[in-house]
């Protein structure tokens, strides 16, 4: 996609289902395991007071794309995920061609529930398939067989047009040969879009406590680097060359919804624990919910919202986050757009340093984009940038 093309005004909403069958061993995402049924009634009723109070803040804007994330949104009966989105458009405008993404589980009791999310309006899916063989599923927690989730794929391809898939790699004891051939094999079956993550170790999770007892291995450094190249090469090779720094799509098959955030345009994010960033009277606001689920459900039954942080960003903020995000993606930022919010134009000394060390390009538009050298460097980059 042409960045020029790039619709200014493009505002999406999130909305996070916080919860999950079991908690996987890796993950940071505020989700949270439940033992009971979870009243997806009481649920929808506050997700459309939520909508309601969000739309009232942001009048006359036109949803260009919606994302039911998680947690596990394949949980949610496809009643539950047609109410939350006919709230959407009972509030604000939707775009005709507005893109609809829903995040699913690849197990074989979510994948019957396809058709229903289609027919309520879903018109994308995203699927946590993070590996294509059983025993590095069975070491990150995953409740499905690989097998089980290509046919999770196979079902995603029939209902819907565009579907994409999640992938984890640098996972411990994976040689470059194994990811190559593990990759090959996801591009056979992914049509248009794939998101692949390097293996974080977040703090908090049993993988952190793990990995500091020295239980678990992962690639150092110049292994990450070499699963990192071939990652960029193989996609590039086979047509979904990346557009983000995880993810890689044909040509026009990009997320529209995830460009919203790294191109700092508006979202609102609906939710326990959603964020959004929204433009209120000119000014940009920062706003985050309360993460625990009931908590949630309880403040916008008493509030007509979630919200329990609301900060107005000022013009170096939005600058530096118009950075940060626009980074990680291959269009890189107009320096000019930086210019207008931060008030001062990028450091032209640092500039020629950094295009000296190999680490970001100048376009000829006057675009700046980071380099595949710059890229396992791209804190260090945004750190020098904005400095
Ligand atoms: C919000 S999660 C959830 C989607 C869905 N619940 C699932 O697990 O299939 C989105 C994606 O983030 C990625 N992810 C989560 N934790 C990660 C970690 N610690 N390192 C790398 N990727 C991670 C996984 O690929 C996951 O599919
Ligand atoms: S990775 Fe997905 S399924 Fe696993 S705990 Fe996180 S959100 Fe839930």
Redesign the pocket.
């Known amino acids: 996609m042409n960045p020029a093309d790039a619709q200014q005004d493009a505002f999406g909403v999130y909305v996070h289902w916080p919860f ?1 069958l079991s908690k ?1 061993p ?4 505020n ?1 949270h395991v439940r033992h009971h049924a979870v009243d997806e009634v009481r649920f929808a009723r506050a997700f459309a007071r939520e909508i309601e109070t969000t739309a009232a803040r942001t009048p006359g804007r036109t949803v260009t794309s919606i994302f039911l ?5 394949s949980l949610m009966q496809p009643q539950t995920v047609g109410a939350i989105l006919d709230s959407i458009g009972k509030y604000w405008n939707v775009a005709s061609d507005v893109e609809v993404s829903l ?4 197990t074989s009791v979510e994948a019957t529930r396809f058709r229903g999310y289609r027919e309520a309006g879903v018109n994308r899916v ?5 590996a294509l063989d059983d025993a590095s599923l069975k070491s990150l927690g ?1 409740l499905h067989t690989a097998r089980e989730a290509l046919d999770a794929v196979a079902i995603a391809r029939s209902a819907f047009d565009r579907y994409s898939f ?3 790699y640098a996972r411990p004891d994976q040689t470059p040969q194994m990811w190559i051939d593990e990759l090959k094999l996801a591009i056979s079956e992914a049509a248009e879009h794939l ?1 692949l ?6 703090e908090g ?1 049993p ?1 952190f406590g793990l990995h500091a007892a020295g239980k678990l291995k992962t690639p150092d450094e110049g292994l990450a680097r070499t699963l990192y190249d071939v990652t960029q090469e193989v996609c590039a090779q086979q047509g979904l060359p990346f557009y983000e720094i995880s993810n890689h799509a044909r040509p026009g098959a990009e997320c529209k919804h995830n460009l919203v955030y790294w191109r700092g345009q508006e979202y609102a994010g609906i939710g326990p624990g959603a964020h959004g960033r929204l433009d209120i009277d000119g000014v940009r606001h920062a706003i985050a919910t309360e993460k625990r689920p009931e908590a949630w459900v309880m403040r916008v039954e008493d509030n007509g919202h979630g919200v329990t942080s609301d900060e107005l960003l000022n013009s170096e903020e939005r600058a530096d986050e118009y950075l940060l995000m626009g980074l990680r993606l291959a269009e890189g930022i107009d320096p000019a757009r930086y210019q207008m919010l931060s008030g001062r134009a990028l450091d032209e000394k640092r500039i020629a340093i950094l295009r000296e060390e190999g680490a970001i390009v100048v376009e000829q538009n006057g675009r700046l984009r980071v380099t595949q050298e710059g890229f396992p460097v791209l804190d260090a980059v945004v750190a020098d940038l904005a400095a």
């Not at 890796?26 to 995402?29: G, H, P, S």
């Open positions: 999950c996987c890796y993950c940071d995402f989700s994330g998680g947690g596990t949104p995040e699913a589980n690849p995203s699927l946590g398939v993070q995953r999640d992938l984890i998101s993550y390097q293996l974080t170790i977040e999770t993988f």
